[in-house]
């Protein structure tokens, strides 16, 4: 997280009127309340360990809202299963809203550690459906 991130986001406090923010990116955090003084402004990040543990434990969220679809409609087998490596930008899943479905690509190169969530569950916007070692 640069300055110039950090002023854009209490720019952005400050324009929509809100009396408080939060933003995560990556492994920091960052608190914002108009008219505070001190810790509550403070960015944390989390300590060397931490970090390490969050860069193996590497997730796949959902790029949106929709029933999971592990099978593609048209084919018989899943793209991928536990223990299968994947590159980034690969079709893990699908995403089923009507009769639309929605890529869901892997966003790291990785090995399947695990599946998050099963097979026609309704799924929504962030949530982790693979985690990747």
Same mark, same amino acid.
């Given at each position: 997280?640069?300055?110039?991130?950090?002023?854009?986001?209490?720019?952005?406090?400050?324009?929509?009127?809100?009396?408080? $923010?939060?933003?995560?990116? %990556?492994?920091?955090? !960052? *608190?914002?309340?108009?008219?505070?003084?001190?810790?509550? =402004? /403070?960015?944390?990040?989390?300590?060397?360990?931490?970090?390490?543990?969050?860069?193996?434990?590497? $997730?796949?969220?959902?790029? %949106?809202?929709?029933? !999971? *679809?592990?099978?593609?409609?048209?084919?018989?087998?899943? =793209? /991928?299963?536990?223990?299968?490596?994947?590159?980034?930008?690969?079709?893990?899943?699908?995403?089923?809203?009507?009769?639309?479905?929605?890529?869901?690509?892997?966003?790291?190169?990785?090995?399947?550690?695990?599946?998050?969530? /099963?097979?026609?569950?309704?799924?929504?916007?962030?949530?982790?459906?693979?985690?990747?070692?």
């Amino acid at each position: 997280m640069t300055p110039k991130m950090i002023e854009e986001i209490a720019s952005l406090l400050n324009r929509r009127g809100l009396e408080a $923010i939060e933003f995560e990116q %990556g492994n920091a955090a !960052l *608190r914002m309340v108009r008219g505070a003084k001190g810790p509550s =402004n /403070v960015i944390h990040a989390p300590a060397p360990e931490a970090a390490e543990a969050v860069a193996k434990a590497m $997730i796949c969220h959902s790029p %949106g809202m929709g029933f !999971l *679809r592990l099978i593609h409609p048209q084919r018989e087998a899943p =793209n /991928v299963a536990v223990g299968d490596h994947v590159g980034d930008g690969e079709t893990l899943a699908y995403l089923q809203c009507g009769a639309l479905l929605r890529e869901v690509t892997a966003n790291c190169s990785g090995t399947v550690k695990q599946l998050l969530a /099963v097979e026609g569950e309704l799924v929504g916007f962030g949530q982790p459906l693979f985690e990747f070692e």
